[in-house]
């Protein structure tokens, strides 16, 4: 069964990082498109970051100076290093990736930065 699960998440104050990790298993197990999105309360969930077919990587504006996607693909393992963590990064975190055309994703972990 393809599954991907989140952790990481919790409270952290303004300044403060964060790494999150999303371990995928099943099927999706070595897919290479893996990549993070967000979603804030009463907002859509917008891209944050993640790796594209030919390895490169996409950031948001808002974090891409303070963000950083890597993944250990011996570990299926894809993370989300989150520094300089601004009130506005509070958001429920997902992951997600894509196999046979398919969308996949984790059931999210909570992030909170107090002012």
């Known amino acids: 069964q393809a599954q991907l699960v989140e952790s990481g998440g919790g409270l952290v104050q303004a300044g403060g990082s964060l790494r999150l990790s999303c371990v995928a298993s099943?099927?999706?197990?070595?897919?290479?498109?893996m990549g993070w999105y967000r979603q804030a309360p009463g907002k859509q969930r917008d891209l944050v970051a993640t790796?594209?077919?030919?390895?490169?990587?996409i950031y948001s504006d808002s974090v891409k100076d303070r963000f950083r996607i890597s993944r250990n693909r011996a570990r299926d393992t894809v993370y989300l290093q989150m520094n300089s963590l601004k009130p506005e990064d509070t958001a429920v975190y997902y992951c997600?990736?894509?196999?046979?055309?398919?969308?996949?994703w984790g059931r999210g972990t909570q992030v909170t930065v107090s002012a």
């Open positions: 099943g099927r999706i197990r070595g897919v290479n498109l």
């Open positions: 997600k990736t894509m196999f046979a055309g398919q969308d996949y």
């Open positions: 790796f594209t077919g030919d390895g490169g990587t």
